[in-house]
T-cell receptor, first 114, second 112 residues
Framework: EAQVTQNPRYLITVTGKKLTVTCSQN?????MSWYRQDPGLGLRQIYY???????DKGDVPEGYKVSRKEKRNFPLILESPSPNQTSLYFC?????????????FGSGTRLTVV | GDSVTQMEGPVTLSEEAFLTINCTYT??????LFWYVQYPGEGLQLLLK?????DKGSNKGFEATYRKETTSFHLEKGSVQVSDSAVYFC???????????FGAGTRLTVKP
């Protein structure tokens, strides 16, 4: 089944403790992206990647890092999480240059930073 | 910049009522337009899309028409069901690049 898999689904952590949210897709998509979803703000893009070793900032990159060492994986790294990063996070993928097909989304990761 | 604005919710309807969720857009180039649906506890799923003016996207009884003259892409359904309760997002992508811009989302609750 074609899918984007995120882990974990739920995570509670403390301020300053480094964490990684994994994202993997099995569709051989070149493009991958991370979003955060907050009430009243919709989805805001954090980082995206056009292909292996090619990443770029989205609208709200502060406090986040990403890497794209393999085509299928696009982990989101919070080096020193803070409470304002409490949010619902989504990973998405798409064939390169084919936004008209729409994105495929993961099921989300609900992160709470205390 | 490129953006979409959709009606604020929440929207509460009785089963079999008519649904409209308004969406308007601003685009610097030529946009493709989308509606996504998010059911409770799940990720977003593509509901329908339209890639050129006057196109009508449709799926699961939902429809939306790409109106260039009014820069709109309103979502409609003639008779909603309880199972349609979800958050609906309007989105656009300009010139077929990979950047997708989302609206704030509209929560729909359908009561029996």
């Amino acid at each position: 089944e074609a899918q984007v898999t995120q882990n974990p689904r739920y995570l509670i952590t403390v301020t300053g403790k480094k964490l990684t949210v994994t994202c993997s897709q099995n569709m051989n998509h070149e493009y991958m992206s991370w979003y955060r979803q907050d009430p009243g703000l919709g989805l805001r893009q954090i980082y995206y990647s056009m292909n292996v070793e090619v990443t770029d900032k989205g609208d709200v990159p502060e406090g986040y890092k990403v890497s794209r060492k393999e085509k299928r994986n696009f982990p989101l790294i919070l080096e020193s999480p803070s409470p304002n990063q409490t949010s619902l996070y989504f990973c998405a993928s798409n064939p390169a240059g084919s936004a008209s097909y729409g994105y495929t989304f993961g099921s989300g990761t609900r992160l709470t930073v205390v | 910049g490129d953006s979409v604005t959709q009606m604020e919710g929440p929207v509460t309807l009785s089963e079999e009522a008519f649904l409209t969720i308004n969406c308007t857009y601003t685009a610097t180039g030529y946009p493709s337009l989308f509606w996504y649906v998010q059911y409770p506890g799940e990720g977003l799923q593509l509901l329908l899309k339209a890639t050129k003016a006057d196109d009508k996207g449709s799926n699961k009884g939902f429809e939306a028409t790409y109106r260039k003259e009014t820069t709109s892409f309103h979502l409609e359904k003639g008779s909603v069901q309880v199972s349609d309760s979800a958050v609906y997002f309007c989105a656009l992508s300009v010139d077929n690049n990979n950047d997708m811009r989302f609206g704030a989302g509209t929560r729909l609750t359908v009561k029996p």
